[in-house]
């Protein structure tokens, strides 16, 4: 247990390390804090975000060689589960959003009701939701849970990968006074997707849907202007995390189920 949990915490350091460090020059460029054109900065902010994927890939090498590099990509192609499991991972977090938004529209708000990206936007989506749930929900998740349980662990990893996002935050200037909102966001956001993990066995295929669900509705897209959507899409996630991770995960079980 003790040696999961020091892999556990190199894992954190590492890809803060990685991100941060890669990033945070980019935000201090933009605030006229270093020189140079803010392009200049861009080709690493992008590398940044590969910090949980390539944390991941380097300590699962350490511990077990390519093996263990195989065996932490293995569940990308467990796709053999249950229709329901796709459902909730893509639609389930939007429709409810959508759902709320559109009573607070009749209750007298004014504002839009979905996020829906570009193709542009998807493809951008796909690409962090695999690079980042290599790490979060593939390497981390299991270890924590290991040593911590589900509920806990499923926290725990919520918290991190909200602050993990702070120079993401900045430079996109995504006030910091939304932080509370932001990790009630991202922890609620972590219980639903580990119970999807858990519940399909393990699923990292799945875990990586259910990320891009998110961005295929994107509250943070009314930022910094409209905060409703942001709070609604917390409460959501938050209030699914909580009773499927709590009271429902032994109640719904579709792992056993295949295509």
């Known amino acids: 247990m003790r040696g999961s949990g020091n892999r556990t915490t190199s894992f954190f350091v590492l890809a803060f390390a990685i991100t941060w460090g890669l990033q945070l020059p980019g935000v201090l460029a933009q605030r006229g804090f270093l020189g140079g054109p803010l392009e200049a900065y861009l080709p690493f902010v992008a590398l940044g975000a590969l910090g949980p994927l390539l944390s991941a890939t380097v300590l699962s090498f350490r511990e077990g060689g390519k093996p263990a590099v195989k065996r932490l990509y293995a569940p990308l192609l467990a796709w053999r589960v249950h229709l329901g499991w796709y459902a909730a991972a893509l639609v389930v977090p939007s429709a409810l959003l959508t759902c709320v938004l559109a009573l607070l529209n009749l209750a007298g708000r004014h504002g839009a009701i979905t996020f829906v990206p ?24 299991p270890r924590l849970q290991a040593r911590w349980g589900r509920f806990a662990a499923g926290a725990v990893v919520g918290v991190l990968w909200c602050l993990w996002h702070i120079p993401m935050f900045l430079g996109l200037g995504v006030p910091l006074n939304l932080m509370l909102v932001m990790l009630l966001y991202f922890t609620g956001a972590s219980l639903y997707l580990s119970w999807i993990y858990n519940g399909t066995n393990g699923s990292l295929l799945l875990a990586v849907l259910a990320h891009l669900g998110a961005h295929l509705d994107n509250s943070h897209r009314a930022l910094p202007g409209d905060v409703v959507p942001l709070l609604a899409h917390a409460i959501v996630y938050s209030a699914l995390g909580l009773l499927l991770m709590r009271r429902f995960s032994r109640a719904i079980d579709w792992k056993g189920s295949q295509l």
Do not use: D, H, P
């Open 118 to 141: 570009a193709a542009s936007g998807v493809l951008f989506g796909l690409g962090m939701s695999l690079v980042e749930e290599v790490g979060w929900r593939g390497y981390a998740l």
